[in-house]
């Protein structure tokens, strides 16, 4: 997993932008938004984390494979850089992580036969709601 954040850090590139909202003169003048840049091709994933990668990125990952993460809650480019490049970290690590295989289920023949009669038993009460004829 190190190394492959390694990679990741290796490979991002970061640009400042301006940041849009409140903030006075200081978000006019000054770009502290952090736009961080990976390209998920370059990471060189196996095939299941670059799927689930994918699928965790959704619509901030463009056509050319590249991921943008947007950091722009904090007032310095260093706060701001840290928080992406924490983003994308975090992003990557969820991505490796392998999800738990789910386990059927298995119910006995008692507990089933209690369940349709349950459902029997509540079909009939529903169907005694219609319409009554006079």
Do not use: C, W
Request: no cysteine; net charge positive; aromatic share 2%.
């Amino acid at each position: 997993m190190g190394r492959i954040l390694d990679r990741a850090h290796e490979i991002a590139e970061e640009s400042f932008i301006a940041a849009s909202g409140p903030g006075g003169q200081n978000v006019n003048k000054v770009a502290t938004a952090v736009q961080l840049r990976f390209n998920i091709y370059a990471l060189g994933l196996p095939p299941r984390v670059f799927h689930r990668l994918k699928d965790i990125a959704g619509n901030r990952l463009s056509q050319s494979g590249d991921i943008v993460i947007d950091a722009r809650s904090h007032r310095t480019q260093d706060a701001n850089r840290r928080d992406a490049r924490e983003r994308m970290a975090a992003m990557i690590e969820e991505a490796i992580k392998e999800p738990k295989k789910r386990a059927k289920t298995r119910v006995n023949r008692l507990n089933k036969k209690k369940r349709l009669a349950s459902k029997k038993a509540h079909g009939e009460k529903k169907a005694m709601r219609g319409k009554i004829d006079l």
